[in-house]
Protein backbone atom coordinates (compact mmCIF):
# COMPACT_ATOMS: atom_id res chain seq x y z
CA UNK A 1 0.00 0.00 0.00
CA UNK A 2 3.10 2.51 0.50
CA UNK A 3 4.13 1.63 -2.67
CA UNK A 4 1.08 2.35 -4.47
CA UNK A 5 1.09 5.79 -2.24
CA UNK A 6 4.79 6.42 -3.33
CA UNK A 7 4.02 5.98 -6.85
CA UNK A 8 0.41 7.79 -6.94
CA UNK A 9 2.25 10.79 -5.18
CA UNK A 10 4.99 10.95 -8.50
CA UNK A 11 2.62 10.93 -11.06
CA UNK A 12 0.44 13.83 -9.21
CA UNK A 13 3.85 15.54 -8.65
CA UNK A 14 4.64 14.94 -12.66
CA UNK A 15 1.33 16.08 -13.91
CA UNK A 16 1.27 19.37 -11.56
CA UNK A 17 4.82 19.75 -13.33
CA UNK A 18 4.39 18.94 -16.81
CA UNK A 19 1.30 21.80 -16.53
CA UNK A 20 3.28 24.24 -15.24
CA UNK A 21 6.40 23.59 -17.48
CA UNK A 22 4.52 23.49 -20.78
CA UNK A 23 2.22 26.55 -19.59
CA UNK A 24 5.73 28.63 -18.80
CA UNK A 25 8.17 27.06 -21.08
CA UNK A 26 6.21 26.04 -24.02
CA UNK A 27 3.48 28.41 -24.54
CA UNK A 28 3.11 28.10 -27.95
CA UNK A 29 2.30 24.38 -28.08
CA UNK A 30 0.13 24.44 -24.98
CA UNK A 31 -3.15 23.54 -24.83
CA UNK A 32 -5.47 22.60 -22.30
CA UNK A 33 -6.93 19.36 -23.39
CA UNK A 34 -3.52 17.40 -23.64
CA UNK A 35 -1.93 19.47 -20.71
CA UNK A 36 -4.16 19.79 -18.25
CA UNK A 37 -7.43 17.56 -18.57
CA UNK A 38 -5.90 14.43 -19.87
CA UNK A 39 -2.96 14.35 -17.41
CA UNK A 40 -5.84 15.13 -14.72
CA UNK A 41 -8.21 12.86 -15.54
CA UNK A 42 -5.77 10.21 -15.53
CA UNK A 43 -4.76 10.99 -12.01
CA UNK A 44 -8.40 11.30 -10.60
CA UNK A 45 -8.47 7.71 -12.22
CA UNK A 46 -5.81 6.38 -9.73
CA UNK A 47 -7.37 7.46 -6.95
CA UNK A 48 -9.37 4.95 -6.44
CA UNK A 49 -6.46 2.25 -6.31
CA UNK A 50 -5.92 4.45 -2.79
CA UNK A 51 -8.65 2.93 -1.56
CA UNK A 52 -9.19 -0.91 -2.89
CA UNK A 53 -8.92 -3.16 0.10
CA UNK A 54 -8.04 -6.16 -1.97
CA UNK A 55 -6.05 -7.11 -5.32
CA UNK A 56 -9.17 -9.11 -6.58
CA UNK A 57 -11.31 -5.98 -7.56
CA UNK A 58 -10.00 -5.20 -10.74
CA UNK A 59 -10.05 -9.17 -11.49
CA UNK A 60 -13.48 -9.45 -10.82
CA UNK A 61 -14.26 -6.94 -13.13
CA UNK A 62 -12.35 -8.89 -15.77
CA UNK A 63 -14.51 -10.38 -18.96
CA UNK A 64 -13.39 -13.84 -18.80
CA UNK A 65 -12.98 -13.45 -22.60
CA UNK A 66 -10.28 -11.54 -22.81
CA UNK A 67 -6.60 -12.93 -22.62
CA UNK A 68 -3.23 -10.91 -23.50
CA UNK A 69 -3.09 -13.22 -26.88
CA UNK A 70 -7.09 -11.50 -27.66
CA UNK A 71 -5.03 -7.92 -26.94
CA UNK A 72 -1.96 -9.11 -29.03
CA UNK A 73 -4.33 -9.98 -31.97
CA UNK A 74 -6.14 -6.61 -32.01
CA UNK A 75 -2.31 -5.05 -31.86
CA UNK A 76 -1.71 -7.19 -35.29
CA UNK A 77 -5.10 -6.16 -36.46
CA UNK A 78 -4.46 -2.68 -36.27
CA UNK A 79 -0.97 -3.15 -37.92
CA UNK A 80 -2.24 -4.47 -40.47
CA UNK A 81 -5.07 -1.84 -40.97
CA UNK A 82 -2.33 0.50 -40.78
CA UNK A 83 -0.27 -1.05 -44.02
CA UNK A 84 -3.43 -1.28 -45.92
CA UNK A 85 -4.28 2.37 -45.39
CA UNK A 86 -0.73 3.66 -46.15
CA UNK A 87 1.23 1.21 -47.78
CA UNK A 88 4.99 1.14 -46.82
CA UNK A 89 3.91 2.41 -43.43
CA UNK A 90 5.82 -0.50 -40.93
CA UNK A 91 8.87 -0.41 -43.29
CA UNK A 92 9.49 2.99 -43.12
CA UNK A 93 8.86 2.75 -38.73
CA UNK A 94 11.20 -0.35 -38.74
CA UNK A 95 13.71 1.88 -40.79
CA UNK A 96 13.02 4.78 -38.16
CA UNK A 97 13.80 2.58 -35.25
CA UNK A 98 16.90 1.23 -36.85
CA UNK A 99 18.47 4.07 -38.20
CA UNK A 100 17.59 6.04 -34.69
CA UNK A 101 15.92 8.65 -36.13
CA UNK A 102 14.23 10.70 -38.88
CA UNK A 103 14.34 9.16 -42.45
CA UNK A 104 17.10 10.57 -44.52
CA UNK A 105 15.51 13.41 -46.23
CA UNK A 106 14.14 14.83 -43.04
CA UNK A 107 17.77 14.55 -41.38
CA UNK A 108 19.41 15.83 -44.20
CA UNK A 109 16.67 18.97 -44.04
CA UNK A 110 17.28 19.26 -40.28
CA UNK A 111 21.52 19.49 -40.44
CA UNK A 112 20.67 22.02 -43.46
CA UNK A 113 18.28 24.23 -41.08
CA UNK A 114 20.88 24.05 -37.67
CA UNK A 115 24.36 23.45 -38.32
CA UNK A 116 25.44 22.87 -34.95
Given at each position: ???????????????????????REQPAIFTVWRHVLVPWVATLALLPVLFVPSIRFPLAL?????????????????????????????????????RGGAPERERKTRKAANPY
Open positions: MIATLAVVILYVMANLALTRYMRQPDSVSVPDIAHLGFAYMEWREWRNPGTLNRGAMMLI
